[in-house]
């Protein structure tokens, strides 16, 4: 962990995460979904890794009907009980359910009120300013022993680009929109950068938690809990650990009431375990699918299908088609080490979207060697009986030989001299019909 690769591997993330919001942002906004990562988990899973680590969360159970959520309830027994939403998206607490009921985030002190509180959330959409329009449906609620909070700080630690490493980020104003303090109170966010190599310093823990405010025997509860979120992060390649409110209790007590984790995904070969929790009931079912061999989906509005090698060809061939007059269907991102059985995959995928009256191959084999690109459309053409008219820009790598494969397969395959021709190509095929 301990090496730059660390802080390549959030950048990667991070610009990731960029192109999806931009490709996204570029869907009518009926469709807009909240840009997503690869690997999400809800807020029980995220807690349950803090308390492996030492890191002070509330006890709760976790159910998907209302009836467990009542049994849990009773099995807490506790002064007062927080039922939670459990969504992938933030800002429950002000969020609205389709069921009418107000709050993603309820406090009660009768089981049988959970019950009933938990019947108008499960099964619902809840709607938050991050969610789509149309909000996410709650599967699971979340079933917590509540506390008193007497202060609600915020604390996080993320992989910053600009000083090549994590950084803590703190602010004695929690609870709410961070970027909203940050916006309006910028000298009430606190930040300490970490040596990767020597991790966060006593002096450091100790600072910032006296800048969120923590007083006496709470300051030095803070600083512990600091580091061990830290150790927590380092342990799971997290790129982000976000904990608002990070607060305290009239009992004197420091807990992480809330919790959000982003992984990098890089480190899914040494991160089985977290991996394996991943939580993609809220992606779109063609997503999951493509994940499982290996290719990146994301679905568009229109009825030119993409696909395309790489984060910046997307774009640049998103660009192209809309320059050109057309609209994109979705992008199936191949990645690098390419295999011919994906290639088929991938357009199995591509195909099977209704909206799709084209498809535009774009690929530059830098890495990914044409030939079996070829071979794999040629396959795939046979053996889906393709549909629909298919324009093809190789470029790069064993491109000659590709070309002379498509050639001879005597396939209606059009080719394409360049990506401008490629996009003018698939458009008017599009617009033909
Ligand atoms: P979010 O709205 O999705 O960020 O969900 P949070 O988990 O942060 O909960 C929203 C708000 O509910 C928090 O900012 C707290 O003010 C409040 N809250 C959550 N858990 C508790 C609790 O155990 N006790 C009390 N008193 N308030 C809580
Ligand atoms: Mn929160």
Same mark, same amino acid.
């Given at each position: 962990?301990?090496?730059?690769?660390?802080?390549?591997?959030?950048?990667?993330?991070?610009?990731?995460?960029?192109?999806?919001?931009?490709?996204?942002?570029?869907?009518?906004?009926?469709?807009?979904?909240?840009?997503?990562?690869?690997?999400?988990?809800?807020?029980?899973?995220?807690?349950?890794?803090?308390?492996?680590?030492?890191?002070?969360?509330?006890?709760?159970?976790?159910?998907?009907?209302?009836?467990?959520?009542?049994?849990?309830?009773?099995?807490?027994?506790?002064?007062?009980?927080?039922?939670?939403?459990?969504?992938?998206?933030?800002?429950?607490?002000?969020?609205?359910?389709?069921?009418?009921?107000?709050?993603?985030?309820?406090? %009660?002190?009768?089981?049988? &009120? #959970?019950?009933?509180? !938990?019947?108008?959330?499960?099964?619902? +959409?809840?709607?938050?300013? @991050?969610?789509?329009?149309?909000?996410?449906?709650?599967?699971?609620?979340?079933?917590?022993?509540?506390?008193?909070?007497?202060?609600?700080?915020?604390?996080?630690?993320?992989?910053?680009?600009?000083?090549?490493?994590?950084?803590?980020?703190?602010?004695?104003?929690?609870?709410?929109?961070?970027?909203?303090?940050?916006?309006?109170?910028?000298?009430?966010?606190?930040?300490?950068?970490?040596?990767?190599?020597?991790?966060?310093?006593?002096?450091?823990?100790?600072?910032?938690?006296?800048?969120?405010?923590?007083?006496?025997?709470?300051?030095?509860?803070?600083?512990?809990?600091?580091?061990?979120?830290?150790?927590?992060?380092?342990?799971?390649?997290?790129?982000?650990?976000?904990?608002?409110?990070?607060?305290? %209790?009239?009992?004197?007590? &420091? #807990?992480?009431?809330? !919790?959000?984790?982003?992984?990098?995904? +890089?480190?899914?070969?040494? @991160?089985?375990?977290?991996?394996?929790?991943?939580?993609?009931?809220?992606?779109?079912?063609?997503?999951?699918?493509?994940?499982?061999?290996?290719?990146?989906?994301?679905?568009?509005?229109?009825?030119?299908?993409?696909?395309?090698?790489?984060?910046?060809?997307?774009?640049?061939?998103?660009?192209?088609?809309?320059?050109?007059?057309?609209?994109?269907?979705?992008?199936?991102?191949?990645?690098?080490?390419?295999?011919?059985?994906?290639?088929?995959?991938?357009?199995?995928?591509?195909?099977?979207?209704?909206?799709?009256?084209?498809?535009?191959?774009?690929?530059?084999?830098?890495?990914?060697?044409?030939?079996?690109?070829?071979?794999?459309?040629?396959?795939?053409?046979?053996?889906?009986?393709?549909?629909?008219?298919?324009?093809?820009?190789?470029?790069?790598?064993?491109?000659?030989?590709?070309?002379?494969?498509?050639?001879?397969?005597?396939?209606?395959?059009?080719?394409?001299?360049?990506?401008?021709?490629?996009?003018?190509?698939?458009?008017?095929?599009?617009?033909?019909?």
């Amino acid at each position: 962990m301990a090496s730059p690769m660390a802080s390549q591997a959030g950048t990667a993330l991070r610009d990731l995460a960029l192109l999806r919001a931009s490709l996204l942002a570029r869907r009518s906004p009926a469709v807009q979904l909240a840009p997503r990562r690869w690997l999400n988990l809800q807020e029980y899973q995220s807690k349950k890794l803090m308390a492996d680590h030492g890191v002070t969360v509330q006890r709760f159970f976790v159910a998907d009907t209302a009836n467990d959520a009542l049994e849990a309830a009773k099995r807490l027994n506790a002064t007062e009980i927080v039922l939670k939403a459990q969504i992938l998206a933030g800002g429950r607490g002000k969020g609205v359910f389709s069921s009418g009921l107000k709050g993603g985030v309820h406090l %009660t002190k009768d089981p049988k &009120v #959970v019950g009933k509180l !938990a019947e108008q959330m499960i099964g619902y +959409n809840l709607t938050t300013k @991050q969610t789509p329009k149309g909000g996410v449906k709650v599967q699971k609620v979340m079933v917590a022993e509540a506390l008193d909070i007497s202060r609600e700080t915020y604390f996080a630690i993320l992989m910053d680009r600009a000083c090549n490493g994590p950084v803590l980020v703190g602010s004695p104003q929690g609870g709410v929109d961070i970027e909203e303090v940050a916006a309006k109170s910028p000298e009430l966010i606190f930040k300490e950068e970490i040596d990767i190599f020597e991790g966060v310093k006593d002096l450091q823990a100790q600072r910032l938690a006296e800048n969120l405010g923590f007083k006496g025997l709470l300051q030095q509860q803070a600083a512990d809990q600091i580091k061990k979120l830290y150790n927590l992060f380092l342990k799971i390649d997290a790129t982000q650990v976000e904990v608002n409110p990070f607060g305290e %209790t009239p009992e004197g007590q &420091v #807990v992480c009431f809330d !919790a959000k984790i982003n992984f990098d995904d +890089n480190a899914e070969f040494r @991160q089985k375990e977290i991996f394996a929790m991943d939580d993609k009931s809220e992606n779109e079912p063609i997503e999951n699918e493509a994940a499982q061999y290996d290719l990146k989906y994301i679905g568009l509005d229109g009825n030119i299908a993409c696909f395309v090698n790489g984060a910046g060809l997307a774009m640049a061939t998103c660009d192209i088609i809309s320059l050109n007059g057309g609209k994109p269907a979705n992008f199936l991102d191949l990645g690098g080490g390419v295999k011919e059985a994906q290639v088929y995959q991938a357009f199995k995928l591509l195909t099977a979207d209704p909206k799709v009256e084209a498809i535009l191959v774009n690929i530059f084999g830098g890495i990914v060697n044409c030939a079996i690109i070829a071979n794999g459309i040629t396959k795939a053409c046979r053996e889906l009986e393709l549909k629909v008219p298919l324009v093809v820009r190789l470029e790069g790598t064993n491109v000659h030989e590709a070309k002379r494969i498509l050639t001879e397969s005597g396939l209606p395959i059009t080719a394409a001299s360049d990506l401008e021709d490629a996009a003018k190509k698939a458009v008017a095929s599009v617009t033909k019909k």
